[in-house]
């Protein structure tokens, strides 16, 4: 699909391509809150195209993750419309459609909606409508220095157990040559440490809630994740690691400081330094739930005047085109292209020929199992799909932040954690 042809398809304004100009004689213009991950910032200069043939001029606000979360859930919950187009993800897509914070998205044939991921489609969907559609989506796995196991004699395999992850970190730890064993996050935030912390606690069987949505955190399971998360960082890990997540560890990967790095599945394709292999999530029992789910999506604020404009953009943001763009652009190119959210991506062969990690990633992917189980009663792996879990996963992230800097004993931050958590479940009327 054309720009124009989307453009024309999703909105009733009359505009003429005089420079730019609409039909009252002034440009119209999106303001869009992103996220200060690549693949969003590069769509700032591959949108540079959109302006051009549209004549919508794009205002673009970037944010760090955390502060991004929090803007943009203040501002669509009271419809304030400082924003036309937000990043969002799976947490939040279903809940703020059903509120009606967020408008549906109804795209064109052309778009080829069937194209997206099912499991991506479905996570940013409410009862078969899609609020927000996918720029790129992840799943969770390991990114390891097969130059480093090799020369330590060890190696990686896939759904490892956490105790052969920690042995091969130890081998590769090497802090006089600036080389860390593991590389995780740690940085407060549910969509930081805890996307990482969750996911680990998972795997070893543990949950958020119980049946009855009642905390679980003081359980065996997240104690023995959180012990064996602040060991496994407090000895093999960098320096200031309550400080790190997705953007601060990708820099660290990229400047050869880390033997392995157990997260996002897209940042392998921003991985610059030699030698790297890929692994499945690591395991401590748990059968499903070991690897994540998520989609850094697009929607549209109830709040905007511009929401014809805004879902023109979003239209052409998420689709095939734009992916063609991306490869085809001199700053960029088909190893930069974003990934995870549609099956045709995998089947262009120019992708095929510069994504080593695409098997991996895929196979990441079709493995997650977001839905609820006997072991949660909550949709979700990194996050619980409530309306309250923004509020519990930023308390929670504050303590275990604290247990990883050695401000807090693990027994302290989760006993900490389990009353704040309690306190706002209670509130909230569970």
Known sequence: MSIKKALYAATAVSLFMAGGAVADGHTKELTIAIVNNGHMINMQKVAEAYTEE???????????????????????????????????????????????????????????????????????????????????????????????TDAAGVSIADNDSWDNVKAAAAAMHDPDNGVYGACLRGKPGWGDNMAFVTTMVNSFGGAWFDKDYKPTINSDEWKAAINFYVDLLGNYGPPGSEGNSFNEILALYNEGKCGMWIDATIAASFLTVDGVAYAQSPNAGNPVGANWLWAWAMAVPAGTENADEAKAFIEWATSKEYVQAVGNHPDFGWAKVPTGQRASTYALPEFQAVAGFAAAEMAAIDSAAPQATDLKPYVGVQFAAIPEFPEVGSAVAQEIAAALSGAKSVDDALAASQAAAEAIMTEAGY
């Open 54 to 148: 549209t004549g919508v001029a794009l205002k673009w606000v970037s944010l760090e993750e955390g502060v991004l979360r929090e803007q943009v859930q203040s501002d669509t919950a009271t419809g304030g419309g400082q924003y036309d187009v937000i990043n969002i993800g799976m947490q939040e897509a279903p809940i703020w459609g059903a509120a009606g914070w967020i408008e549906p998205l109804n795209f064109g044939a052309d778009y080829d909606a069937d194209d997206i991921l099912p499991a991506i489609r479905a996570g940013l969907s409410h009862e078969g409508t899609m609020y927000a559609a996918p720029f790129y989506g992840e799943s969770s796995m390991v990114m390891y220095r097969k130059d480093l």
